[in-house]
């Protein structure tokens, strides 16, 4: 596999997730439990989708196809998205939100410091920027599911039912093809099966302080960053993320 | 007629306030990272605060009208990620200026030093996110008054 190939499948990856999580986490605005709340929640999917143009923007470059991040975004199919399963499963309650942004964010403080020292520029200064978001993105998210999980017992059953929905889309995170080793080789990204260790410390340190059982099933779906196979999740996600351009295709202000 | 002097660009750049917190400009905020002249065309390098931030835009066309407004015509705006924006680069007359206004200044202890309004240090947190992407909600436990605090990133 050519350098430049591996490049973009990467770039894809990084802008879908962030994209597909972004607009998950938008859903929430106007609906959250408290103000503030609804506030910081759209506040983490501005910065979510800032780091989608970056990254989406980097693969229309690579590509060199003439499109633009908004093309990806809003012209492609289901099949065509390279994020996470993790990135569009539903919002479920207020809880499950936040626990899927915790173990979203705690990958991303975990891989972003190390491509910020990427050999290619590009994906340096990317990463460093976003890094500065990301940091700050897991401290509120780790401290809502430590506040949730060691809260009521109410709050303490609905964190234990989110972590138990969403374990099993873990796994997809340290998921490697031939692109990564590629990536890994040329220095570019370093392969997501080196940040086991740090990840899963950092989870289970928290998880902890929350109260809750880490699951013992280490079972995985896969198939989001590979397009192979999404849940039926995301087809209803774009219809409505989409539904201007294909209403009025070329729409714009 | 020659090419403006950069100090001068910087004075005019100094004038521009930003869009959210109109009480500081642009280099207060310290997001105007180079101007220079390449030939004729003058070139002024911008950094983004967060990567999100809706102002970005609007920023660029402020920075545009003004010097348009003081007569450059041929200009070339630049987005430099990197090194990432810090508030360290928030000037000491533009922190100075969010206080008065009401807005708590970047600390790197990571909260607010003292109440903007009372300046009482008796503060709790109320969000880490507050009415824009770079600032959080605190409250005065002494005044009662809540603000916001300027995220220290």
């Known amino acids: 596999m050519e350098l430049n190939d591996a490049l973009e499948r990467f770039l894809l ?11 998950r986490v938008s859903e929430w605005c106007g609906h959250a439990p408290v103000l503030e709340e609804d506030i910081a929640l759209a506040n983490t999917a501005l910065d979510m989708i800032g780091q989608t143009q970056l990254w989406l923007g980097l693969a229309c470059e690579v590509q060199d196809k003439g499109k633009s991040a908004d093309d990806l975004a809003f012209l492609r199919d289901a099949w065509d998205f390279r994020n996470l399963l993790l990135c569009e499963l539903p919002n479920g ?41 990301a940091t700050y993105h897991v401290e509120r998210s780790g401290e809502t599911v430590v506040g949730l999980g060691d809260g009521t017992e109410e709050s303490h059953k609905r964190m234990q039912q989110a972590l138990d929905y969403l374990w099993p889309y873990v796994g997809e995170i340290f998921d490697t093809d031939q692109a990564d080793d ?27 302080d929350a109260t809750l059982t880490v699951p013992e099933d280490t079972f995985a779906h896969h198939g989001g960053r590979t397009g192979a196979r999404h849940t039926e999740h995301l087809g209803h996600l774009l219809t409505q993320m989409q539904w201007l351009q294909r209403v009025y295709p070329g729409a714009s202000w | 007629m020659g090419n403006v002097a950069t100090s001068q660009v910087w004075e005019w750049l100094d004038q521009v306030p930003d869009p959210e ?17 390449q030939e004729d065309t003058l070139v002024v390098t911008v950094t983004p605060t967060y990567s999100g931030c809706p102002a970005t835009s609007i920023i660029n066309m402020d920075i545009e009208a003004a010097l348009r407004g003081h007569g450059i015509d041929k200009l070339e705006l630049k987005r430099q990620l990197s090194p990432a924006w810090t508030t360290d680069w928030l000037s000491e007359k533009g922190a100075q200026k969010l206080e008065v206004y009401g807005i708590a200044p970047p600390q790197a202890a990571g909260g607010p030093s003292r109440c903007p ?8 947190k109320i969000s880490q996110f507050g009415s824009t992407p770079c600032k959080a909600h605190w409250r005065c436990k002494s005044c009662l008054e809540p603000f916001d605090y300027f995220k220290c990133i």
């Open chain 1, 13 to 23: 990856r990084m802008g879908d997730n962030t994209l597909i999580l972004g607009h």
């Open chain 1, 93 to 133: 309650d207020f809880g499950r939100t936040m626990m899927r942004q915790f173990l979203f964010d705690a990958w991303q403080s975990v891989y972003l410091p190390r491509l910020s020292k990427s050999s290619n520029e590009r994906v340096a200064a990317i990463a460093e920027k976003a890094n500065k978001e």
């Open chain 1, 182 to 208: 590629v990536l890994a080789e040329a220095g570019v990204a370093v392969h997501p099966s080196t940040l086991k260790d740090e990840y899963f410390e950092l989870i289970n340190r928290v998880l902890v």
């Open chain 2, 21 to 37: 917190i109109p009480v500081i400009s642009l280099v207060d905020l310290g997001i105007i990272r180079d101007v220079g002249w």
């Open chain 2, 117 to 124: 309004h009372c300046g009482d240090n008796d503060l709790e």
